[in-house]
């Protein structure tokens, strides 16, 4: 009992951070129509640039902790340094291929991810060895029913549920969300109703980035570890997230994160090749009972 | 006069093949390439393989692979099974090496195959990006079952496999794939995989069997993933599953669309491009792979249809009748925007 209790804590651990990023892919793809395999590096970015702009509030860092005010600027800049970042990718290499058939935009951005992983490595003072993460959380373990959790551990856990509750209420409920969710209908006939479609669609990729840094943070805390190369694997595995909730449905996406983080950590703990392949299995198997994931709606191709 | 030159351009690629193999044969004999541009050169004939066949599903059928390595790795492990567990390795010389040699890859291009119907059957119910992502965790589930298999190596990989690739070999081998190709794709079959690509729902229509010429596609570029990757085994020497994963597989989409999609011509030359492109530019150290994406991205920028989208040199084009005066290859100019 004890041990699954610990299990679902770590696998909602690895769930939130599948799911942040989830968010990011299921939102480009729902407004934009594109796979942007390079979302993963956007993770990579907010986590190193966390750990220089930590380095730089250094003086501040008392007996090993920021103060709570502190971790939350740093947290903060870095989310606004990687949106921009997301929102300059867009805009450079993606925009022009907006209506270009959807494998070229995939191509294009395999090759950015290539550039976004490479460039880091190649300056000389990031570089491609692996770096130690601050700790930015203050650090303290609670024993329930057994299972022991750490505070890092219910941060994760309780920030990435406010971020994605934020982001629901704001795809919903405000005017900007509302011409989000009309530009994901119809780019045309939203340009048509005065809808600034370019200015949308960078404000989507600006929450993408900065939602991919908060995951960062949370996966570069939780694994105390940054390089450069980070973010390929988490990406493709957020990738599986968001189609198995259905791609381009916000809910859809963090349920995906979650089921598929609760089943990889309980997967691994019998054998660890095996949980590596089990978010797979379960994609397949969604996708052949449900083509369009647990809460995607099927679209019926007319003629 | 007119049969001869019908005969020389439907043997055109073997003898392409041939005289590019004379030429290196000549070069290597004066010092000009040495050993490691030639393995360069082999993987690079690998690789033209492997993008040919993705042409067939993606280019022409209109099917969206990003798994294509997972069929790269069977064929290798199956070639590989056969020559390095089953006829114990490097006892054969001479004569005996090529039926044992044949054999494998014919081993190995049916496993891919077998495994390429199956993954065939999703595309009954899936369509464009679900397809795509089924096709992306294939391959990894293909990588994480070869990792448990102890008997072929688990995660370290398998060691010891002969070294029955020569440069001669994968040359006839691209050249046979080039003309399989290019024959079935003028063919009925290459026709119906055309239809399916420009419109489905109206191939249906047309009374095209929508769905067995899809698995077919599958099938057929499965195999020949097979063979090359049972090739790309023997150069090696050595394989393990780590490196047919999702890296692998998107390069061969890159080498795909940078080449242009829809042209066999536009496969070869990205393939053996991008395959040298890297190693030319290893001069410039840890900024290689910066520069490498630089360029991609800018030809994806500027020519997106890729560097000869819908074109094809003559050689690989067969005339049949005045009914296909226009290019059947032709970059789908309105279609474009619907993607």
Redesign the interface.
């Known amino acids: 009992m004890a041990s699954i209790l610990q299990f679902l804590v770590y696998g909602l651990q690895l769930g939130s951070v599948y799911a942040l990023l989830a968010l990011g892919y299921t939102m480009v793809y729902g407004i934009v129509?594109m796979?942007n395999?390079a979302h993963g590096d956007f993770l990579m970015i907010g986590a190193l640039s966390t750990f220089f702009i930590a380095k730089a509030f250094e003086s501040i860092n008392a007996d090993g902790t920021y103060p709570m005010l502190i971790v939350g600027l740093i947290i903060l800049i870095s989310m606004m340094f990687t949106g921009g970042i997301a929102v300059t990718v867009e805009a450079i290499?993606y925009r022009?291929?907006r209506?270009?058939?959807?494998?070229?935009a995939?191509?294009?951005a395999?090759?950015?991810s290539?550039?976004l992983?490479?460039?880091p490595?190649?300056l000389p003072f990031i570089g491609p060895n692996p770096r130690p993460f601050p700790t930015l959380f203050i650090n303290r373990t609670f024993n329930v029913l057994g299972a022991s959790i750490t505070s890092t551990q219910l941060i994760m856990i309780v920030l990435s549920a406010v971020t994605m509750i934020a982001l629901d209420r704001f795809v919903a409920k405000t005017k900007i969300g509302g011409q989000m969710r009309a530009v994901s209908m119809d780019k045309d006939a939203a340009n048509l109703m005065g809808i600034n479609v370019n200015k949308v669609i960078s404000i989507t990729f600006f929450i993408g980035g900065a939602l991919a840094a908060v995951s960062g943070i949370c996966y570069a805390s939780a694994y105390p570890q940054v390089e450069v190369y980070m973010g390929?694997w988490l990406g493709?595995m957020s990738?599986?997230a968001a189609?198995l909730g259905g791609?381009g449905d916000i809910r859809g996406a963090m349920l995906g994160g979650f089921i598929l983080g609760i089943a990889q950590i309980f997967a691994t703990a019998i054998?660890s090749?095996?949980g590596?392949?089990v978010g797979?299995?379960i994609?397949?198997i969604i996708?052949?009972v449900k083509?369009?994931g647990i809460m995607g709606t099927l679209t019926i191709?007319k003629? | 006069m007119k049969k001869i030159v019908l005969l020389l351009q439907k043997l055109s690629p073997f003898i392409g093949c041939l005289i590019f193999y004379i030429v290196v044969t000549v070069l290597r004999s004066h010092k000009i390439i040495n050993g490691y541009y030639m393995q360069v050169l082999m993987f690079a004939g690998v690789n033209v393989m492997m993008t040919v066949s993705l042409n067939l599903v993606n280019g022409f059928t209109g099917q969206f692979c990003i798994g294509h390595a997972g069929f790269m790795s069977l064929g290798a492990y199956g070639s590989a099974v056969v020559t390095t567990l089953i006829f114990k390795g490097s006892h054969f010389t001479g004569v005996a090496q090529l039926p044992v040699f044949l054999l494998s890859l014919l081993c190995g291009g049916t496993v891919a195959a077998l495994v390429g119907c199956l993954i065939g059957i999703p595309s009954l119910r899936l369509k464009g990006d679900y397809l795509a992502i089924v096709t992306l965790a294939f391959g990894e589930i293909v990588r994480a079952l070869l990792r448990l298999i102890q008997p072929i190596g688990g995660a370290r990989g398998m060691i010891g496999i002969p070294n029955y690739s020569s440069f001669g070999r994968i040359l006839f081998f691209v050249a046979l794939t080039l003309w399989l190709v290019r024959n079935l794709i003028y063919s009925p079959f290459g026709r119906a995989f055309i239809a399916i690509r420009d419109n489905e729902i109206a191939a249906d229509a047309m009374g095209i069997n929508t769905t067995k010429y899809k698995i077919l596609s599958f099938c057929i570029a499965a195999f020949i993933a097979g063979v090359a990757g049972g090739l790309y085994a023997h150069v090696l020497c050595f394989i393990q599953p780590d490196s047919f994963g999702f890296t692998k597989s998107s390069d061969f989409l890159v080498y795909l669309y940078a080449g242009g999609s829809g042209s066999l011509t536009g496969s070869v030359i990205g393939a053996v491009l991008l395959t040298i492109l890297p190693e030319m530019l290893r001069f410039l150290a840890d900024w290689r792979l910066v520069l490498y994406a630089l360029i991609l991205v800018a030809v994806m920028l500027y020519r997106s249809e890729g560097l000869c989208g819908g074109k094809e040199v003559p050689f690989l084009k067969v005339k049949r009748a005045s009914l296909y005066k226009e290019p059947i290859f032709g970059a789908k100019k309105n279609a474009a925007k619907n993607g």
């Open positions: 129509g796979i395999t290499a022009p291929l209506y270009k058939p959807r494998m070229i995939l191509i294009t395999v090759g950015v290539m550039f992983e490479n460039f490595r190649a390929s493709n990738f599986v189609v791609i054998n090749t095996f590596y392949a797979f299995i994609l397949i996708l052949l083509p369009a191709e003629v």
